[in-house]
C-alpha cells in the first residue's frame, strides 16, 4: 500500500477521492484535518517552551506583577 501511495501524483489521488461517496469524503476529511491539526498542534507547543526556555521567569516575578495588577 505504501508503495502504491508513494508513486501516485497529487491529481490521481484527487480523481480517486472525487470518486468516493459523499460519507467517505467526509470521514477522509476528518482523519486529514485530525492529521495536520495534530502537527499545527505540536509545532505550537514546541514554539511556546522554546520561548519560556528563553523568557524565565520565577513564581516570585509572577507574583510582583500579580499584585501590581491588584494594586493598580
Request: hydrophobic share 40%; net charge positive; aromatic share 4%.
Amino acid at each position: 500500500m505504501v508503495k502504491l501511495v508513494n508513486n501516485l501524483k497529487f491529481r490521481q489521488i484527487f480523481i480517486l477521492v472525487k470518486q468516493l461517496s459523499r460519507r467517505d469524503k467526509l470521514r477522509l476529511l476528518k482523519e486529514l484535518e485530525q492529521e495536520t491539526w495534530s502537527e499545527k498542534l505540536d509545532k505550537t507547543v514546541s514554539r511556546i517552551r522554546d520561548r519560556a526556555q528563553e523568557n524565565k521567569i520565577t513564581d516570585s516575578d509572577i507574583d510582583k506583577i500579580v499584585e501590581e495588577v491588584r494594586v493598580g
